[in-house]
């Protein structure tokens, strides 16, 4: 059924993008929004409480409807837990930002392209150099396919009904709308939820990290995984990144750990400067491994049916 719901969710997608900004990032930043203003008092506690309350209201809402759904009809049921497996994903629509951005880049148009990156980003290119255009667009682009494709479907698949994709999708939205603040005013409300999601985030990283190490360079990408990421900010991103940069031969950049306000970056992967090219074979990597996951899923369910 994992396997039927995923090439469903990636039909629906194709046929009918979701706007997934305005019907989950900004409902779920609303929400985050609402229980800070109603429990931060500054305290880990409270931010305890606040993402018990968020998160685990989402899953138990969710679950709930998925099992009266289920005792109605399985059919029912099933297109419930499909649902929400499609809000929680929504990847399509940072593959057609990808595209909007390498079509800009073919077309020589770096102000455009790194307009474009911004508005995907959240904020104001750094840089207008086509080789830092195209570098920062395969890493969101890596990154994407792993917060937005393969770590909801680790969880989907972990989980029983909907409740994983929940999880996955309401913890991350949760951290990044509480865990990088560090006014004082917030205090240490966000702390909790920042550390719960590298958590939860841990073992799907090592999965994606993975798969993209199988379907392309393997050696390279264990080899950045193993030798590039014990300094980063984000683990889970970093081996995500390190993996992929590896397997596709181009280098990229992350964060490494801020300290006194001191901020560097390192790089990952190894061989070529990033350029156009890479871009597409950024997209061509997360699709082999989509396929990968795909033949995974099908063996499972060949396993499960044989032992039936």
Known sequence: MSLLSLLTVLLVEHLRPLPYRRFVQEPLARLADFLESRLNAGEQR?????????VGGLIATAATISALLSGTSPLLGWLWDVFILYLAMGFRHFRERCKAVLLALRRGEAAHAAGLLAAWQGGAAASQRPADLARLTIEATLAASHRHLFAV???FILLPGPCGAVLYRASACFAEAWGRRQDAEFGDFGSFA???FAIIDWLPARF??????????FEDAVYCWRSQTDRLSDDGLGIVLASGAGALGVRLEMLV??????SERVVLGIGEEADVDFIESAVGLVWRA????????LLLGLAGLVGV
């Open 46 to 54: 409270q931010g305890v409480l606040a993402w018990c309350v968020g």
């Open 153 to 155: 479907l680790v969880w």
């Open 194 to 196: 920042q550390r719960s």
């Open 208 to 217: 994606t990290a993975a798969a993209f190490a199988i379907v392309g360079n």
């Open 257 to 262: 750990n801020r300290t006194h306000a001191i």
């Open 290 to 297: 989509l396929v990968l996951w795909a033949l995974l899923l």
